[in-house]
């Protein structure tokens, strides 16, 4: 299995650290070509808008929306935001990947000042993750939600996409890893 | 907020940096700059009254920016703000976190306010971005609470050379520490006027335990591919792109040269009808009082 993680711009070493720790091969994707040699996608943390505009530039969007169809992919924080299908407060001309059925709101915990850690509940099991300029999903009655923080809904799946508001990434949380890297093996017996 | 939400911690100061690890971080000195760096891609604006290469042709004391000015940059774009602050100058910060920038720059291109001693950084919620040369100065501003660092380089030349000797400084006295033995790391700790604990967690891990990213001179997409092929974690663009001939082409072109940083056909490519480079001035031409980087203790 070879899991891509998308390394336009952000914090993809550390998902690719991520996957590695839980025994899985890891590349960096950056090209049409490169996404072709995947088996599986991980969008990571970083600005939205820069990750957005370079995959335009790169002619990475249609190939990404084609590989968002049958493969699985997970997007954290600006990866959750390239795959809603309905993002509130996006800048004029940005696009995204979507193929998650949400409404998400960027930035809507506040900036910087209001980012925070918290214990997020995986329906039951708590881990802790960080929320930095975080996005809020304001809908996600069409999606299942795998995680909530406060009854709210932080972290959704539906089919094969997984999207979250925050970073499991940089605390060594685990939990959202293991059920993407569960659902890629599914994905690939299919 | 209930209690179950932790803010400000040091994670989560240090998480924002993170996120903006392969991107570009540009001087702005207007909300219309800011949006033109955020519509070529941008991962942050620092918001200014004067560029670099403004300070250093007006002369005089450079401070804090006007707070109608940041409000106005922070109202117009939907990426990170950063403000500067002067070495040593908490009042200014605290202005600054009151007007909830996203992170603050203690910068050595502004005027000192304080010659002995820098901000205390953890009496802020707010991150602090801060300057250093070498890796002595980047940690002892990581133990005053800097959640990010950067190579000075020299502010305002267009000349990348600065930056250069500094990122190659940084990287190359972490990759000397590695290699001491554990008794050895006592006397580099006092050498490097740095707490013992930091320099064996770097000397244990290889690397800081912040983002480093580069500053300073960077004019042109190969610039910023060369810092980035150096060991930079990203790039802050200053009088480089609002100096220049085109500057959206030119924020645009050095934003994608920074993610394919060792791809040369890319870089050839965005480097193409740029229009002209900011004119710049030689490092070597500057007489030692006006070398920024030498500000900073």
Not at chain 1, 16 to 24: N, P
Not at chain 1, 35 to 55: F, K, M, W, Y
Not at chain 1, 153 to 172: C, D, M, R, W, Y
Not at chain 2, 177 to 185: F, M, P, V
């Amino acid at each position: 299995m070879r899991i891509g993680v998308l390394a336009l711009q952000g914090d993809f070493r550390e998902h690719q650290r991520a996957i590695e720790s839980l025994g899985e091969k890891a590349v960096r994707v950056r090209t049409e070509a490169e996404l072709a040699e995947v088996d599986a996608l991980v969008i990571p943390g970083g600005e939205s808008t820069a990750i957005s505009n370079l995959a335009k530039s790169f002619g990475l969007l249609e190939p990404l929306r084609n590989f968002a169809k049958t493969k699985p992919v997970l997007g954290t924080c600006a990866g959750l935001i390239m795959l809603s299908d309905e993002v509130e407060g996006a800048i004029a001309g940005q696009e995204f990947i979507g193929g998650l059925p949400i409404k998400t709101s960027r930035n809507a915990y506040g900036g910087q000042t209001h980012s925070f850690e918290a214990d997020v509940d995986f329906g039951g099991q708590k881990e802790r993750v960080a929320f930095i300029r975080a996005p809020k999903i304001l809908d996600s009655s069409r999606a299942e939600v795998i995680a909530r923080l406060d009854g709210a809904a932080v972290a959704v799946k539906s089919g094969n996409l997984f999207g979250a508001s925050f970073h499991p990434e940089i605390t060594g949380a685990k939990i959202l890893h293991k059920l993407f890297i569960q659902a890629v093996r599914e994905n690939q017996t299919k | 907020m209930s209690e179950e939400f932790l803010e400000a911690t040091p994670l989560v100061k240090r998480g924002l940096a993170e996120m903006l690890k392969g991107g570009v971080i540009m001087d702005v000195v207007t909300p219309e700059q800011a949006k033109i760096a955020e519509d070529a891609g941008a991962v942050a604006v620092m918001a200014l009254e004067r560029v670099p290469a403004d300070i250093r042709a007006q002369g005089g004391v450079a401070r804090m920016s006007d707070p109608d000015l940041i409000d106005q940059i922070i109202n117009t774009v939907s990426i990170p703000v950063m403000a500067k602050a002067r070495i040593g100058h908490f009042v200014e910060a605290q202005v600054l976190q009151s007007l909830e920038v996203d992170y603050i720059d203690e910068s050595e291109v502004l005027s000192p306010a304080d010659y002995v001693n820098h901000i205390d950084k953890w009496q802020f919620e707010v991150p602090f971005v801060c300057g250093a040369t070498n890796l002595g100065e980047a940690l002892r501003r990581i133990t005053e609470g800097a959640a990010m660092i950067r190579s000075k380089g020299e502010a305002g030349t267009g000349d990348v050379s600065e930056a250069t000797k500094h990122i190659r400084t940084i990287l190359s006295e972490i990759r000397a520490l590695s290699a001491k033995s554990e008794e050895e790391l006592y006397v580099a700790a006092k050498e490097l006027q740095a707490p013992y604990q930091l320099v064996r967690e770097v000397a244990k891990t290889g690397k800081l335990p912040v983002v480093l990213f580069v500053a300073g001179g960077v004019a042109t997409p190969a610039d910023a591919a060369m810092m980035m092929q150096l060991g930079a974690d990203g790039v802050f663009v200053g009088s480089g792109i609002f100096k220049s001939g085109n500057p959206a082409a030119r924020a645009a072109a050095i934003v994608k040269a920074t993610t394919f940083y060792d791809d040369p056909a890319v870089i050839a490519n965005v480097s193409r009808g740029l229009g002209e480079a900011m004119v710049g001035i030689n490092v070597n031409d500057l007489p030692a009082p006006h070398r920024l980087a030498e500000r900073g203790w």
